[in-house]
């Protein structure tokens, strides 16, 4: 199923699936409110989801689907790439989520991935993933007991940038850096570069899991 206002994209996105074999696409939709009028009827696989829809939004509909038909999968086909679209979409129950640009080729790949126990993701989209979840949330920070700048030196070391490319890159001086890592071993209880990122690391998925 293809839920896509403007028709165009959703007639392409048609035609593109039906003209493939092994693909085949039982219904395209303007609205949510119209994908959600035969969803029962239908019970699509996957359901190809837009975000900016008139009347109510791609994400709220997610919801109705995953609430009504959990094994059906949702794949955002959209143009944002904005940390918080991700986020409410994925949060929604979507298990995908596809740029508009992504080459046909690709997106018919994708369909597959996502019927197969896959995520598919642009490549952009899944660094902004990972990206999110390698950050601490404050109350990581604050159960460590590291300062902001702390944990950006702490950041940098997990990059692998060197110590002088870490005062350049946060404008202080190298003997700054190197106060700053003492202080992060100290409060880490740690005596190697090593066992400060693991430790780090084990304090974020603990936060991240409360």
Do not use: W
């Not at 999110?132 to 007991?145: I, K, N």
Request: net charge negative; hydrophobic share 40%.
């Amino acid at each position: 199923m293809i839920v896509e206002d403007q028709e165009p994209v959703r007639e392409g996105l048609r035609i593109l699936i039906n003209g493939s074999d092994g693909y085949q696409c039982t219904s395209a939709c303007r609205t949510a409110e119209e994908a959600l009028e035969i969803l029962d009827a239908l019970t699509p696989d996957v359901v190809l989801m837009d975000i900016n829809l008139p009347g109510m939004k791609g994400t709220d509909c997610v919801v109705h689907i995953k609430n009504r038909h959990p094994e059906i999968q949702v794949m955002m086909l959209t143009v944002f790439d904005n940390n918080e679209e991700i986020f409410k979409s994925l949060k929604a129950g979507a298990t995908g989520y596809l740029l508009k640009k992504t080459p046909p080729v690709k997106l018919l790949e994708s369909i597959n991935e996502i019927m197969n126990g896959g995520s598919p993701m642009n490549g952009e989209i899944a660094r902004k993933v990972v990206m999110t979840f390698a950050r601490p949330s404050v109350s990581a920070l604050q159960d460590s007991s590291l300062t902001t700048r702390e944990y950006e030196i702490l950041s940098c070391l997990s990059q692998g940038y060197l110590y002088k490319e870490i005062a350049e890159k946060l404008f202080i001086s190298i003997d700054t850096v190197r106060t700053h890592i003492r202080s992060i071993y100290h409060k880490l209880q740690v005596q190697t570069r090593t066992e400060a990122l693991l430790k780090f690391v084990t304090v974020i998925q603990t936060s991240q899991n409360n």
